[in-house]
Structures are given as structure tokens and as C-alpha cells.
């Protein structure tokens, strides 16, 4: 519970820096890709914690992070 707690403190007081609009004319879908794979991300490390258990969530969450950044569309 204390892991959750930590993550979403961090989430909410992160949260701000993904609203601030790139540029109005050449609007790209970054920002609101960064939100939608933030999601995913946090989905699939609780699977990873539920079927593997924490060793595994400490392992494959970094790899999921670099996964999900890299899938971000260009801006």
C-alpha cells in the first residue's frame, strides 16, 4: 500500500508538466500519448507484481518505461 501511495504522489505532483501545451499551430499528439501509455505502464507493472511478484514488477518496469517512451508518437 505504501508503494501505491508513493506512485500516486508522484503521478499527481508529475501530472502539471504533461498538460503544458507544446505549440497551438503544430499541435502534435504527444502529449496526450504520454498520458495514455502512462496507463498502459502502470497496467502492466501491476500484472507484472500480481503474476510474478515484486522481484519481477523491480525488474520489468524499467523495461516497460523505456518500451513505452519509445513508442510515443514524434513530435
Not at 45 to 73: R, S
Request: proline share 4%; aromatic share 18%; hydrophobic share 55%.
Amino acid at each position: 500500500m505504501r508503494l501505491l501511495q508513493s506512485f500516486l504522489i508522484g503521478l499527481v505532483t508529475s501530472w502539471p508538466a504533461l498538460a503544458i501545451a507544446e505549440e497551438a499551430a503544430s499541435g502534435s499528439y504527444r502529449g496526450i500519448g504520454t498520458i495514455y501509455y502512462t496507463f498502459i505502464w502502470v497496467v502492466l507493472c501491476y500484472g507484472l507484481y500480481d503474476a510474478f511478484g515484486k522481484k519481477a514488477m523491480y525488474i520489468g518496469a524499467p523495461i516497460l518505461a523505456v518500451a513505452a517512451y519509445f513508442a510515443l508518437p514524434h513530435a
